[in-house]
């Protein structure tokens, strides 16, 4: 794989600082009806968080099997947790993750497992969801489809809170990343930005 810098240190230890002062990826206006999507579900820390403050509905996207039986054995008690074993994505499909922590990504090498993604229109459509209040983005390049895919078909207003990690392994990241916030910007007005680490949109009003 081709060397690149990921985010710059300086920038990454000021948003350690801020998060920790300000609670920042937890600083929503929510309520106990509010939608949350987390992809990129993990070890379910960010899913413990929000809903432990707000008592929310939290629809988790984990693909790698591992971590989606961990996910299931923290939560499968809770009735407004759901957790999918699937990639968030812009199309149904299976592909090949490959497997790193919190780092598996289908760009990359080494171990691997076969997956299965969704596309996230059919997801909302089958679940009757037309207010997203905050959808958390943390999947190793595939944020860029995701998106994309909601400013296509005209739902990214949808959207109440857009927190995104957008990660620069992919070809062409930049100029994606540039247009996805030139779209963003008619719809929404960005809160805080850490570059290529986190930044959330708040939809207008």
């Known amino acids: 794989m081709k060397f690149y810098v990921p985010f710059d240190i300086h920038v990454y230890n000021n948003f350690i600082h801020d998060n920790s002062k300000y609670d920042?990826?937890?600083?929503?206006?929510?309520?106990n009806?509010?939608?949350?999507?987390?992809?990129?579900?993990y070890e379910g820390?960010?899913?413990s968080n929000i809903y432990s403050k707000f008592n929310c509905t939290v629809h988790v996207?984990?693909?790698?099997?591992?971590?989606?039986?961990?996910?299931?054995?923290?939560?499968?008690?809770?009735?407004?947790?759901?957790?999918?074993q699937l990639g968030l994505s812009n199309s149904d499909h299976e592909?090949?993750?490959?497997?790193?922590?919190?780092?598996?990504?289908?760009?990359?090498?080494?171990?691997?497992?076969?997956?299965?993604?969704?596309?996230?229109?059919a997801y909302l459509h089958d679940h009757d969801i037309s207010t997203i209040d905050l959808i958390k983005l943390n999947i190793e390049g595939d944020e860029y489809d995701v998106i994309e895919r909601l400013i296509e078909k005209k739902l990214?207003?949808?959207?109440?809170n857009l927190q995104v990690q957008f990660h620069?392994?992919?070809?062409d990241c930049n100029i994606r990343r540039d247009k996805i916030h030139k779209h963003l910007s008619k719809t929404h007005t960005l809160q805080w930005n850490y570059d290529w680490i986190?930044?959330?949109?708040?939809l207008n009003e």
Do not use: H
């Not at 497997?99 to 229109?121: A, F, H, R, T």
């Not at 990214?156 to 109440?160: D, G, L, Q």
């Not at 620069?168 to 070809?171: H, T, W």
């Open 61 to 84: 996207f984990e693909p790698v099997r591992s971590m989606y039986e961990l996910l299931k054995m923290k939560f499968d008690s809770n009735p407004k947790i759901f957790i999918n």
């Open 168 to 171: 620069r392994f992919i070809p």
């Open 95 to 121: 592909t090949t993750i490959y497997l790193n922590q919190d780092g598996s990504s289908i760009y990359g090498n080494g171990p691997s497992e076969i997956i299965s993604c969704i596309d996230i229109v």
């Open 24 to 31: 920042l990826q937890f600083n929503y206006n929510l309520t």
């Open 45 to 47: 820390e960010f899913t």
């Open 156 to 160: 990214i207003s949808y959207v109440k």
């Open 198 to 202: 986190w930044e959330s949109w708040s």
């Open 33 to 41: 009806e509010s939608i949350v999507i987390d992809a990129g579900g």
